[in-house]
């Protein structure tokens, strides 16, 4: 367990609709980070924060968005989804911004029919 | 951050040493080199990192050769449960808060009976 909660597990949707991934970091982690893995990309950085505020910002679309709250939870937003937006979204939290040593959620897998 | 090179693919008998390498022929003097490794699906899992000394933990060894050009994972005793995709990465030190770890494509290891 890396202490780090991702919910939902799973989610099946349809395309052009939105969801919210949440995630809550371990106790005392400032850093939260989003990756995405889908079965042809391997895992691709999308954004980081860190105490709040976005620090870092990797191959993330438009329809995308996330954002860290005063309790240092995360949400990403994903809308207007699409087939191909079908993948594994993983959290990763640090303590600082310095992610030598991540530790990662159990992902949220996201299916879009 | 360097580029690393991994093989795709190793296999391991059960109860042997998995030695897994990593090429990073251009890293710099203050990159370190991290290895997470991710069991089938799970978030991935930090193993091991180092600057320029070998290094050991409860999980494994990581060998840095004098040139720093390569790197060798060493898992000393090899399970079923070792099963899994092993990801090589090199990371500058920052200091700052905005950072992110660049996963590449990793060797799938596969342990074998």
């Known amino acids: 367990d890396s202490g780090v909660t991702q919910t939902p597990k799973h989610l099946i949707t349809a395309t052009g609709q939105r969801v919210t991934l949440r995630c809550s970091p371990r106790?005392?982690?400032?850093?939260v980070y989003w990756y995405q893995q889908s079965l042809d990309q391997g895992l691709q950085f999308l954004i980081q924060?860190?105490?709040?505020?976005?620090?870092a910002k990797g191959n993330i679309l438009e329809r995308f968005s996330a954002q860290q709250f005063p309790d240092l939870h995360s949400e990403l937003n994903l809308s207007s989804l699409e087939l191909g937006d079908s993948a594994l979204y993983f959290c990763?939290?640090?303590?600082?911004?310095?992610?030598?040593?991540?530790?990662f959620g159990e992902g949220s897998r996201l299916t879009v029919l | 951050d360097a580029k690393t090179t991994q093989p795709p693919s190793m296999d391991c008998a059960e109860g042997r040493a998995a030695n897994l390498p990593c090429n990073h022929s251009?890293?710099?003097?203050?990159?370190?080199v991290y290895w997470y490794r991710q069991i089938h699906s799970q978030g991935p899992q930090y193993i091991i990192h180092?600057?320029?000394n070998n290094e050991t933990n409860e999980m494994a060894s990581l060998i840095i050769t004098e040139d720093r050009k390569s790197s060798t994972l060493i898992l000393p005793h090899a399970t079923l449960r070792d099963t899994a995709v092993y990801y090589c990465?090199?990371?500058?030190?920052?200091?700052?808060?905005?950072?992110?770890?660049?996963f590449g494509t990793g060797t799938r290891l596969q342990v074998t009976l």
């Open positions: 180092g600057l320029k």
């Open positions: 990763a939290s640090s303590v600082g911004g310095y992610p030598g040593e991540l530790f």
């Open positions: 924060y860190y105490n709040g505020e976005e620090r």
């Open positions: 251009t890293i710099s003097g203050n990159e370190y």
């Open positions: 990465i090199v990371r500058g030190d920052y200091t700052g808060t905005a950072s992110k770890l660049t």
């Open positions: 106790s005392g982690d400032l850093s």
